[in-house]
């Protein structure tokens, strides 16, 4: 009966670890893989995975055409062990799902055949490379695979699937843009094909109909505006307007509705996502809830004890105190046990950022209480505390910015700012006698960090740079420019104290997870395009110093860029002759601005084709994912808004921020409550400012700006589903389509 009952506890807390996380896998049931499973989302285990996931991503740096050449047998080990890493990861994935799930999962049919494409070149590539035959390692453009396909980057194939979902719709608007750029290049053949115009490096103005196209295209993207114009401009001013006429249509028009399709189809299959979490939790839940229940009158509850082991087995890492604290707000009226409407939120309760902070009393206040409680030593505190303080401060930060941008060699601004730095030392210093030091240098507190890591920094830079200047003669002003750089950034603690700028900084604050997902999305692109442009245009170009003396230094060592843009641009060091130079290339095509150039060199020392795969990654990488990049900032910012606008907060957020409960230390051993905690707004001022709690403990929630668009559009959706609406079943919620019925009000369609 104990075994059965530890059981059930272990596969509860494995169904509401996969709620808070948003884990939507369907796992066997049995002790065995349920022990399995929670191995396999273990942290240590997804780590192991990304680093053998950049591993190997990360060998073209040393295979060639190399970075930092390897002999081919370290590379070659380190992939097999790569592929022996994936290939253990996916045996371990396939124990604990269900055998019929793990078949039909398409991911994981990617993931065998890639580790089967790739031990398969790798094989060819080392027989054919030990009888001197040089071949192409076309499996590297695979290896992105491991990182999208695996269960670890759910959000990455988000994205992808938010672009498969997208292309539909955005091939239509498309072909439309493709139609009217055929247009107006046929139309401009016929306009000036018979004028014998030339271009300014005395080349033929279009006389070439595929040549006009890849033109008018590249003035799309304003790369090449106003110089295409300026031939037919100077023959006649009333052919500026084809031009005006053209930008309007396809630059202004067709890349703005480039914008709306992905947007529109990216809100619409968003919700889809959104939904299919919200369902996936609430079902997860109730069968955690349904494992542990007993009966208690007419109704089944969760008791005190199974509640509190469940948790401990969840969140190990959550403090006796923190625990106790989220048992108040489960079990409101302390009956003992946990009903089934606050069991389902628990997921979201543990989700929530609270910060744990301990009240102690102020060192100086136990060292010299007569000194530090005096009148003047109060005094003292309570100016610095009090707004004006920090206004003060604010007010010298924007003084000494300026002071930055002035004359650097006068005496008088060198003097200023040895002043300035006195002043931010002094503001430390009365801050940390103010404040208690350890909750002053707190893991939460950023700003305190931020602020003495520059202070300190700017003024050990400048007694350096003094003290080498007077002895040695030397002076590092570029040392203390970057000091003088990073203090200006505390220009963003004012901007962030405006009201009004706080919805911006939020949004901005809230896209940064995001990043990280657009970052997976942009490096498999990446990957893909640079391994495609080393085959193509590898030792092409070349790169040589400017006292060089080699033969055709001046074209980037190729005769074929004599007299063209590329090399009197000085490109010649924008090439595909290593992963690393060609990141930089598509780093710069993805700014857009003079890839026309990059596209004509690279054409010159191939063939013109080669152009289209410039076009290629400017769809990709430019009109798509940058678009859905685009869409979401978008969201996040309506979202936002939206929130700051009507003060929306989650009814579990309310209810601790209502209750305002302190736990004391010595107490923790009967696991009892008091209500005798601070204000969640209220600073701790240790025994200057604080209520009397020597021994307490005090909760604050993290600040709201933290929490991602995906959770707050969940939570609004979730708000929606009645406590007894149990949701489909796990098979029906992977299955929902965009027009599938849901809850509907305002609010969650307003939101999602």
Known sequence: MAEAAAQDLLLAAAFVSDAQYNRNIPFKTSPEAVRLYHLYNHWMMRTATYFFIFLNLSLALFEEPAVYPLPF??????EVLCLLVFLGRLTHFAKVTLHNVFW????????????LLSLTDLGIYGVLRLYGVRSIRWSRIVRPIFLINFAESRQIRRAFRSIRNTLPEITYVFLLFMFSLLMFSLMALKLFGERNLQTAEGLPYFRNYLEIVF????????ANSPDVMMPAFDFSSWYALFFIAFVIVNTYIFMSLFLAVVYNNYKKHLKNEIRKLAYMKRRKMIEAFNLLKEEEGEQFVVREGRWK??????????????????????DDEQKGFVDKKSFVQLADLLNIQVVTLK??????????????GSAPSRLLRGLVRHRAFVWTFDAIILINAVFIALDEESPYISYAEWVFLALYVIEILLKVYTYEPREFFGKTQFWNWFDTLIIFAALTATILNATLKSTMKYNSQQILDIVFILRVLRLIRIVDSIQRFQVIMNTLINIVPTMLTFGGLTLVVYCVFAIIGMELFHGKIQYFPASSNAPHALECGNPALKDSLFARGKYCKNNFNNFASSFIVLMELTVVNQWHVFANGFANVTAQPAKLYFIAFH????III?????????EAFFVEYSLEKSEVETAIEQKIQELGMGVQEDELQQEQLLDNMESAEQELEGEGGAKAQSKGLVFKIASKRYRTVDALLQRMFEAEIPLEDEGPSFEEILNLSPSSAIPRSPSSESAA
């Open 73 to 78: 047998l370290a590379t070659s080990v380190l």
């Open 104 to 115: 039909k999962d398409t991911k994981n049919i990617c993931i065998m055949v890639a580790i």
């Open 215 to 222: 033109d008018l295209y590249v003035l799309v993207t304003t």
């Open 309 to 330: 082991q469940l948790v401990k087995l969840v969140a190990p890492d959550t403090s006796n105190s923190h625990r106790e604290l989220l048992l108040r707000i489960s």
């Open 359 to 372: 009240i102690r009393r102020h060192p100086l206040a136990r060292w010299a209480p007569a000194l530090y």
């Open 619 to 622: 769809i990709v990488m430019v």
């Open 626 to 634: 940058v678009n859905i990049f685009v869409s979401f900032i978008l």
